[in-house]
Every structure is written in structure tokens, then in C-alpha cells.
């Protein structure tokens, strides 16, 4: 992490003394497209460069989904499992989607080039089923064009 400090020193400058905490989102985004995921190590080298407790940017990596603690696959497969996207089978495009990629959601393949994860609601109820890979979006997913989907994916 420590070669990015001079970026957050940038942005350091755009907000009013004493605020630092409010770079906590930002600067693990970039961590995250920097390694992949954010280290345990990340954690505790920011929580010193920004002072503020650690917990505060744990809170931050647990609550929002889009947050990685380690490595994942090349493709990240996301499946929406909330309520218009359960209604509307999102239960039977995870299930395909764990026996057609051989893992269960939360899980890498030991080839390193799927994760399956599952997230509640991607904002985008009104073309449900929503299935995310890496950062785009499927909508309006069926088994069928989701095998076309996986496919795609080499
Ligand atoms: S419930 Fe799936 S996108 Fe909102």
C-alpha cells in the first residue's frame, strides 16, 4: 500500500484539515485496483496513514459487498439474491451457476479463474435477475444466456 501514498497525499490536499477519515472509501477502492483485494496488512498501514481506528475501515470492507479481503478469480461472477431477483429465479442461476463452475458461492476455483459470490441487490430491480461480472452488469438473466454468458468467459 505504501507506494500509493503519494496519490492519497493528492487527494489529501481536496479535503479540510482534520478529515482524513473521509478518505477512508477512497483509498481502499484504490488499494483494491491496485492489488485485487485488500490485505489484512492494507488495514493496518491505512489505519496509520489516516489515523483512524481500524475498525472503521473494517466496517467499511464488511458492509459494502464490492469490497474484496482476498484474492479472487480473473472472472467474478456476482448473482443478485434479493427479493425481485429471487421472485424473478435467482435462486436457479446460482444453483447453475455453482455446478456449472464446480464451486459453491464464496468460493475460487482451484484453476483461478472464476469466483462465485452472491450480493444483495445490485440497484438494478427493474431487470431482474441481475448477474455482475467483474464490473458489468447481465440483466434479465435465463439459464440460457447465462451459458452463453459463461461461454464468453475464457
Ligand atoms: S433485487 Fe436484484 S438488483 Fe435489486
Not at 54 to 77: A, M, N
Not at 90 to 108: F, Q, R, S
Request: aromatic share 8%.
Amino acid at each position: 500500500m505504501k507506494h500509493l501514498i503519494p496519490e492519497f497525499e493528492q487527494w489529501k490536499k481536496r479535503f479540510p484539515p482534520g478529515f482524513d477519515s473521509a478518505m477512508v472509501m477512497l483509498c481502499v477502492r484504490r488499494i483494491q485496483d491496485d492489488r485485487g483485494f485488500v490485505a489484512d496488512s492494507d488495514v493496518g498501514e491505512l489505519a496509520a496513514y489516516l489515523g483512524v481506528p481500524r475498525i472503521q475501515i473494517e466496517e467499511v470492507l464488511s458492509y459494502y459487498t464490492q469490497f474484496r479481503r482476498k484474492p479472487i478469480g480473473r472472472w467474478h461472477v456476482q448473482t443478485c439474491r434479493n427479493v425481485t431477483c429471487s421472485m424473478r429465479g435467482a435462486e436457479k442461476l446460482i444453483d447453475h451457476l455453482a455446478k456449472k463452475i464446480g464451486v459453491a458461492p464464496g468460493n475460487t476455483t482451484a484453476d483461478g479463474r472464476f469466483t462465485l459470490s452472491t450480493v444483495e441487490c445490485l440497484g438494478s430491480c427493474g431487470t431482474a435477475p441481475v448477474v455482475m461480472v467483474n464490473d458489468t452488469y447481465h440483466e434479465n438473466m435465463s439459464i440460457e444466456k447465462l451459458d452463453e454468458l459463461l461461454e464468453g468467459l475464457k
